[in-house]
């Protein structure tokens, strides 16, 4: 079993930065891709970044590519997001998942653990 806790959310100014944090525990997940998702009310939980197993590749949703940043540190069994130029389309529930493949899934059904979820508000 693993067990994903997310921090660093928060309420920011349009234009503002955040740095999310995921903290693995139960066991390592550094074979696992991991992946940040979000949701606003009434929408589906959708894809924003996805980290492969040994931090090299990554992928970026449209909305967020040039602004959000996906990082790993593996000896910390930690995943990080980094949010600059922050806007409101960006305010909603943001959750860490680890994958259960090494690669890129892009797929919410691809993933086996989550996070309970960080909230982060972009005021205009």
């Known amino acids: 079993q693993v067990q994903l806790v997310e921090s660093g959310g928060g309420l920011v100014q349009t234009g503002g930065s955040l740095r999310l944090s995921c903290a693995a525990s139960?066991?390592?997940?550094?074979?696992?891709?991991m992946g940040w998702f979000r949701q606003a009310p009434g929408q589906e939980r959708d894809i924003v970044a996805v980290?492969?197993?040994?931090?090299?590749?990554?992928y970026y949703a449209d909305a967020v590519k040039g602004r959000f940043t996906i990082s790993r540190d593996i000896v910390k069994n930690t995943v990080f997001l980094q949010m600059n130029s922050l806007k409101p389309e960006d305010t909603a529930v943001y959750y860490c998942?680890?994958?259960?493949?090494?690669?890129?899934?892009?797929?919410?059904?691809?993933?086996?653990?989550w996070g309970q979820g960080t909230q982060v508000t972009v005021s205009s």
């Open positions: 139960g066991r390592t997940v550094s074979s696992n891709a």
């Open positions: 998942a680890a994958a259960r493949t090494f690669n890129l899934p892009r797929n919410r059904y691809a993933y086996e653990y």
């Open positions: 980290i492969d197993w040994s931090g090299s590749n990554t």
